[in-house]
C-alpha cells in the first residue's frame, strides 16, 4: 500500500519485515533439520524431531515435505520416519571435486596402503574442524581409520 508521499506504508514495512524474518527461521529450521539427521545414526519421526527442535509437528513437517521432495531426506513408507537422503551424498560428492588434491593424492594413499597393509585417510582443517577428504581401507578386518 502507498503512503502520502508515494511509498510503502508503515503496515506494509512491518509485514514485509515479519516474512523476512518467517523466511529465515524457516531456512534455519530446514538447515537445523538437515544437520541432526544427517548426525542421527537412525532414523527420526516427526514427533520426535519437533521434541528435539522445541517447536510443533506441522512446523517439523513442512520443511521435511520439502526436504524429501527435493530427496535431501527419505521418509521410509512403513515406518513413516525420515533419515538423510540420496541429495545429501551426491552433493557431498561433488564437494569432494572442489579438492584438487584427492586426484594426487589417492596414488601415494594406495600406496602408502598397500606398504603398510593400514587404512590411510586424507584430512583437512576447515573452519577448524577436522574434514576427512578421503579413505583408502586397510587389508585387516579391524581398523581405525
Do not use: W
Not at 576447515?126 to 587389508?139: A, F, I, R, S
Amino acid at each position: 500500500m502507498a503512503g502520502a508521499a508515494g511509498g510503502v506504508s508503515s503496515h506494509g514495512r512491518k509485514r514485509h519485515a515479519a516474512l523476512t524474518e518467517r523466511s529465515r527461521e524457516t531456512a534455519d529450521l530446514t538447515l537445523r533439520l538437515l544437520e541432526f539427521l544427517a548426525a542421527e545414526p537412525g532414523q527420526c519421526g516427526v514427533t520426535e524431531l519437533a521434541q528435539q527442535f522445541d517447536t510443533s509437528k506441522a512446523t517439523i513437517h513442512r520443511p521435511l515435505r520439502t526436504l524429501a521432495n527435493r530427496e535431501f531426506v527419505r521418509q521410509d513408507p512403513l515406518t513413516q520416519r525420515y533419515e538423510p537422503g540420496v541429495k545429501l551424498f551426491q552433493l557431498g560428492e561433488r564437494l569432494r571435486d572442489r579438492f584438487g588434491v584427492l586426484g594426487a593424492a589417492r596414488n601415494e594413499m594406495v600406496r602408502l596402503r598397500d606398504e603398510t597393509g593400514q587404512a590411510v585417510t586424507l584430512s583437512t582443517l576447515v573452519e577448524g574442524k577436522v574434514l576427512v577428504l578421503d579413505l583408502v581401507q586397510g587389508h585387516s578386518v579391524v581398523e581405525f581409520g
